[in-house]
């Protein structure tokens, strides 16, 4: 488990709504996530929970509401990494040009820094070996775990995951799981968003459960998956566990 978190907020959200087509996605969402916290976000699909989550990262543009960033309404992008289902890797660059080009171009690093930090990220996960390998040379799960390590090459405050393993065939997942698991213990703060309840159950600070666009229980996992305070999450839950 992650070190205790701390009380002051990374993200502060208020009355948080995006819609498509005037139709909410995420609706009138407010809560915050503190230093150090492994928030874990689940529901039903279709519930909102990608969306919210790309919210924090401004890649949707929120309808109305707030999110602050550290207090600030502007230093996302910079301080916020992000994860994704399908790994998103260049087909035609290695694995050590992948993830360097990042802080390289956006000049956080220079380049013999980022193939330092690189390195020792891909000893880290079992995966030096692979730097000079193409995307196409690798496993799904070794995709996912090379897209974590581009992710942290960019020293990120906060990482989001958007179901990272929901695209790997189930004998991949757990080598996915392992890394998150072992970032949990470096007090770095990641929200998450993901199917795999049991592993929300070991690793989070924080479940949040959202259903239709709302957040409808925001408590410890402990909390959540022993005693769930409202009938949507006890019939969720009756069907994924």
């Not at 929970?49 to 309404?73: A, H, M, Q, W, Y």
């Not at 996302?76 to 802080?103: D, K, S």
């Not at 330092?116 to 193409?134: F, M």
Request: aromatic letters at 8%.
């Amino acid at each position: 488990m992650n070190e205790q978190p701390g009380n002051t907020p990374m993200f502060q959200i208020s009355r948080l709504v995006k819609e498509f087509n005037s139709v909410p996605a995420v609706n009138d969402v407010t809560t915050q996530i503190d230093r150090g916290e492994v928030v874990f976000i689940v529901g039903p699909s279709g519930s909102g929970k990608s969306t919210f989550l790309r919210c924090l990262n401004l890649l949707e543009e929120p309808t109305s509401g707030e999110i602050l960033f550290k207090g600030d309404v502007n230093q996302f992008r910079r301080h916020v990494g992000m994860v994704f289902q399908h790994f998103n890797l260049f087909p035609h660059l290695t694995i050590l040009e992948n993830i360097t080009i990042a802080p390289v171009k956006t000049g956080r690093s220079t380049r013999k820094e980022a193939v330092a930090q690189a390195e020792t990220l891909l000893r880290r996960i079992g995966l030096y070996d692979k730097r000079n390998s193409y995307p196409l040379q690798l496993s799904g799960g070794q995709k996912q775990r090379i897209a974590i390590v581009r992710a942290l090459v960019m020293n990120p405050d906060v990482i989001l995951f958007d179901e990272p393993t929901s695209a790997l065939d189930p004998e991949m997942v757990k080598e996915v799981l392992e890394v998150i698991k072992g970032l949990a213990h470096t007090g770095i703060t990641m929200a998450l968003v993901t199917h795999e309840m049991g592993f929300a159950r070991e690793v989070s600070d924080r479940i949040c459960f959202i259903d239709e666009g709302r957040i409808l229980e925001d408590t410890t996992p402990e909390a959540f998956f022993s005693q769930p305070s409202t009938d949507r999450a006890k019939a969720f839950l009756d069907k994924v566990l």
